[in-house]
């Protein structure tokens, strides 16, 4: 690994993860400060959800629980939004890592230093860990005060851990496929309508699957499948088996990117 | 140990061709031209041996190294200045060189200021402020910044005023003397004439001469004008006279040969005037293009 590029990418991407940084914190907040409010209506609530149609609300990952306890509350909008939005960041930064030298033609700067391929993709690979783990930080901080904000009951930290855990190995798992993605698509599209469509397509084809038994299948087709957040499951805990297997397909994942990248032509 | 040294070197870009079979040999410490037209093949050749491209077939070693396994160990000891420069628009001049000095243990911080004085380059302004040329003095700067042994130079004065291009020109001269081998690619032929011991005329992706610049400039094609005394009576020229023109008494005539030959072919005629002139580089490699 160089540290000269490694520094270098961390410092060009600070601005981007700054602004992404108070989305999610903003969005986190927001969720978590209407909790109180949702709670005091909760007979209300629960009448509305009756009157829905199941399907729906299992579509949505609501039941009963995400009226009555912040966790509960949280853990819905958790999977719908937070997750989705923080591995939107993290892959559009996957996607651009390698090819935004090549769109805006530095990588011929870049490739002409006495640096191998493998150091640049490490360096860079390892400047994209630092900035996934920094965002999925800072929100999960953000949560924890919000949490602390805004319920007055005690939270059962080992459901929040084991949820976000859980979120962690699939924003690192999108954040793969991004990298990969930008092998094979060329570095003047915007990445953003791939990002965007892939991880809101994982979501819906999981929330397909879990609205009747008739789709259940498509379910297999998304991560949010193998790493879900119904916590209201008694027996809700971390998934060694799939976090392992999806954590060695993205590893997978990023030897294909790299023997990809070793062989390509820079145009810029 | 040879600085460059190509064998077979060949790149496709899908179906069509980039270069084929190029075959260089630069001995180190020379300064060696590559001439060829727009679109002749000397990017794809440079970029090659630079590893942004992966060659289709064919070897090439700089500086006794492989390019496709060591490419890291030849870049330490390579300036490169492209032809066209793009850097990080976000950074500062200054920010740009250090950054590109941190990658080399050779560096010293110094020499920035030195040289951004040498070419009157503010250092404080955002690459995205700088004008073409000024982007070039920085690519320039960052080229020599580690004293490497070898630079390669692609289209090295395009964007640089009349003032820098000399002033490139003398550090140029100066990296050389103190021993950096330099691979100069161009199309401007005075440029090549100025700098350069031996060139590779590059056409069509392919090699077509590799000459001594100062061998070329003699022993090729010479003008010959003439006025004679009393007109000769056969109007038979020597050997290897091609594009006579008559005007009464006067002739003017292409040469190519040895130049004995045509001094034996004077010697008989009767004349009142004769004049011999070298041509300009550009008429050589004209020559070269059109076959």
């Known amino acids: 690994m160089n540290k000269n590029l490694f520094l270098k990418e961390l410092q060009r991407n600070k601005k981007n993860l700054m602004i992404w940084s108070g989305i999610v914190i903003g969005l986190t907040l927001m969720v978590l400060a209407i909790f109180p409010s949702m709670a005091d209506m909760g ?117 929040f851990t084991v949820m976000h855990a859980s979120g962690l190995v699939l924003v690192l798992f999108f954040t793969t496929i991004g990298v990969l993605i930008s092998m094979f698509v060329k570095p003047k599209k915007n990445f953003m309508g791939i990002v965007v469509g892939l991880t809101f397509g994982s979501y819906f084809i999981n929330a397909i699957a879990k609205s009747t038994e008739s789709t259940e299948w498509v379910g297999y087709f998304s991560p949010f499948h193998y790493l879900d957040f119904t916590i209201s499951d008694p027996d809700y805990s971390f998934n060694f088996l799939s976090a392992i297997v999806m954590l060695a397909i993205g590893a997978g994942l990023l030897f294909f990117a790299y023997k990809t990248y070793l062989k390509k032509d820079i145009d810029g | ?174 990296e050389n003397k103190k021993g950096t081998t330099i691979f100069f690619s161009s199309h401007i032929l005075s440029e090549i004439q100025r700098m350069c011991n031996r060139a590779a005329v590059i056409r069509n992706g392919e090699i077509t001469a590799i000459e001594n610049i100062q061998d070329l400039l003699e022993k090729q094609m010479k003008k010959v004008r003439l006025v004679f005394d009393k007109m000769p009576n056969d109007q038979v020229l020597p050997e290897g006279a091609q594009h006579e023109r008559w005007n009464k008494n006067k002739l003017q005539f292409e040469y190519v040969g040895p130049v004995d030959r045509l001094v034996g072919w004077l010697s008989n005629q009767s004349l009142h005037d004769v004049v011999l002139e070298e041509p300009d580089l550009e008429s050589i490699f004209m020559n070269y293009y059109e076959r």
């Not at chain 2, 740009?96 to 302004?125: G, M, P, Q, V, W």
């Open chain 2, 1 to 174: 140990m040879l600085a460059i040294e190509t064998n077979q070197l060949t790149k496709f870009y899908g179906e069509s061709l980039g270069i084929k079979d190029v075959n260089l040999a630069v001995n180190q410490g020379e300064v060696f031209g590559f001439i060829g037209p727009n679109g002749a093949g000397k990017s794809t050749a440079i970029r090659s041996l630079m590893g942004l491209l992966i060659p289709s077939s064919g070897t090439a070693k700089i500086l006794g190294h492989d390019i496709l396994t060591e490419g890291d160990k030849i870049r330490a000891k390579i300036g490169y200045l492209p032809s066209e420069v793009n850097y990080y628009d976000e950074m500062s001049s200054r920010e740009l060189l250090e950054y590109s000095a941190r990658f080399y243990d050779t560096s010293n911080l110094e020499d920035i200021d030195r040289l951004a004085e040498l070419f009157e380059l503010d250092l404080k302004k955002k690459i995205t402020d700088l004008s073409f040329g000024n982007k070039k003095k920085c690519a320039i700067i960052q080229s020599v910044l580690h004293k490497p042994e070898l630079l390669i130079l692609d289209e090295p004065t395009s964007g640089l005023d009349p003032l820098m291009q000399n002033r490139f020109f003398e550090l140029l001269e100066a």
């Open chain 1, 43 to 159: 007979e209300d609530m629960a009448q509305l959800m009756a009157k829905m149609p199941a399907e729906l609300s299992k579509a949505m990952g609501m039941d009963e629980n995400t009226w009555s306890s912040i966790l509960g509350f949280y853990s819905t909008y958790y999977g719908i939004y937070i997750i989705v939005l923080v591995s939107i960041y993290t892959t559009s930064t996957g996607a651009t890592i390698l090819s935004k030298e090549e769109k805006d033609r530095t990588s011929e700067f870049l490739m002409t230093k006495p640096i191998s391929r493998l150091a640049i993709f490490k360096s860079k690979m390892a400047s994209l860990l630092i900035l996934s783990l920094l965002i999925y930080g800072i929100q999960t901080i953000s949560a924890i005060i919000g949490m602390s904000l805004f319920s007055s009951e005690s939270v059962d930290w080992s459901i």
